[in-house]
């Protein structure tokens, strides 16, 4: 574990004092949904539609974090890490998604935000991983306007609990997973392809954000902000139709959310196809969804290549492979685009918006000697840093993931921890990375 390949090459003393490293975590991917008085989410059901899921895996067990989690808090701390970022579920805390709240979620919450201050991490929460209480799906989930008014519920309750111990609230976790992604790719639950409930859901999205972060203003909380995710388009070629497509795509991944939230209007390449199909009275609720935020939350893995697709309608296009190395999801490994988007968001933002790379890391199936995820992990560290020496207002660094736990659609095969879990025996190993990792945060940089 000691040689030179197993090494990061960074070190803490390389980035600013007060620097945040951390990892994240997302209930539904490691708690146990069957665990503790939860209610059913929509991943759970969505998982038992046949061909959803791979293998019809869903996270009832996950990585039973539900009952580990203090040892689970151990290697946090032990990795050297400064941070915690977690979610909690709305369906442990409201089993019926409102109404009678769970005792039991609430109590285990606050237990575990406890566990995390004892440790001597700082907790960050994110309200909403996509974990959306089935019975509110079946009252249209973010397809209803009503879901704000939901999440805002939901919000009061569950920070009424913990809310005064957190170092760092995020609302929603990636909202073009929670709309696109899962209404209009129909990969995620609840699985829709319609482009009219995409459009509802882009926009209640953003709305239900608005609503929390009012509530919890009004809860006198702060450090309040919210996680989007951004992948780099990329022209597939030097055609002109190759460069619209790349340009919608953009504005559909990465500057819809964004501009709503710090400019308070749509990107006019996206309204061009979804105008038509947003819920009337939309531009009303601008002014709710871009109140100031204290912080934004960037996830980053990877880029896209771009292609027109002209037999289809609006946004008429597709994705075709790239010549990079790829992780074990396909995704193809370009440190330049996080640096790319660190610098476009402080420039969005005139620079007064703290930025938090609040995900990053890599599918690998090497179950202990991780060296690519070290590889990986080492050139998105320096992309950061080197944006931080390009004025941007990076304060802290979340590694993608804590430990191996059910990938989504993809199951338990896709491992993205930097702690190896056995899920027959719930074995937790750290592997080569997380060793690499407390070595980084201990030691001093290395000579150069
Ligand atoms: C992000 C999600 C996270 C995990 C990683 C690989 O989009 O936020 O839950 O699935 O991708």
């Given at each position: ?23 994240a ?20 059901t969505?998982?038992q ?48 998604g409102?109404?009678q709240?769970?005792?039991e ?10 566990g ?152 006019e390449i ?21 109140r ?19 037999d ?24 330049d ?43 998105h ?35 993205f ?9 719930q ?22």
């Amino acid at each position: 574990m000691t040689s030179d390949t197993s090494r990061f090459a960074f070190a803490r003393s390389n980035f600013p004092k007060g620097f945040r490293f951390g990892a994240a975590t997302a209930a539904y991917q490691i708690e146990g949904s069957s665990f503790g008085g939860a209610g059913p989410c929509h991943w759970d059901t969505f998982a038992q539609t046949p061909g959803n899921t791979a293998g019809a895996e869903d996270g009832s067990v996950a990585c039973d974090h539900y009952h580990r989690w203090e040892e689970d808090l151990d290697l946090v701390r032990d990795a050297g890490l400064d941070a915690y970022r977690f979610s909690m579920s709305w369906a442990r805390v409201l089993p019926e998604g409102r109404g009678q709240p769970n005792r039991e979620g609430l109590d285990y919450y606050d237990r575990l935000v406890d566990g995390i201050l004892e440790r001597g991490l700082e907790p960050w929460a994110t309200l909403y991983h996509w974990d959306m209480p089935a019975a509110l799906s079946d009252l249209g989930g973010w397809r209803n306007r009503d879901v704000a008014d939901w999440f805002a519920e939901y919000t009061q309750i569950i920070m009424g609990r913990v809310g005064d111990r957190l170092k760092g609230t995020a609302t929603l976790n990636e909202p073009w997973c929670v709309a696109w992604l899962s209404h209009f790719l129909g990969h995620h639950a609840p699985g829709l392809r319609d482009i009219r409930a995409a459009a509802r859901a882009m926009h209640h999205v953003l709305l239900a954000h608005g609503r929390s972060m009012e509530v919890m203003r009004a809860m006198g909380l702060e450090n309040l902000g919210i996680v989007l995710n951004f992948e780099h388009a990329r022209p597939a070629d030097e055609s002109d139709g190759a460069a619209l497509a790349a340009a919608r795509y953009d504005g559909i991944y990465n500057r819809w959310f964004i501009e709503a939230l710090l400019h308070r209007r749509y990107p006019e390449i996206v309204l061009e196809g979804l105008a038509p199909h947003l819920p009337a009275g939309w531009e009303d609720d601008m002014d709710l969804i871009g109140r100031p935020l204290d912080w934004l939350g960037v996830n980053y893995y990877t880029c896209n290549r771009v292609a027109p697709d002209p037999d289809q309608p609006w946004p008429a296009l597709t994705s075709v492979p790239g010549p990079l190395p790829k992780t074990d999801m396909d995704w193809e490994i370009a440190p330049d685009g996080l640096a790319f988007f660190l610098k476009r968001l402080s420039a969005l933002s005139d620079g007064n918006l703290p930025i938090y790379v609040t995900e990053n890391g890599m599918a690998d199936s090497a179950p202990e000697d991780d060296q690519t995820r070290i590889a990986y992990l080492d050139s998105h560290f320096a992309a950061a840093r080197a944006a931080i020496d390009d004025g941007v207002d990076l304060r802290g660094y979340f590694v993608w993931s804590l430990l191996d736990n059910y990938e989504w659609a993809f199951g338990y095969d896709k491992r993205f921890g930097i702690v190896h879990v056995d899920f027959d025996t719930q074995k937790r190993t750290p592997k080569a990375s997380w060793h690499a990792l407390r070595a980084a945060l201990r030691e001093p940089a290395p000579a150069e």
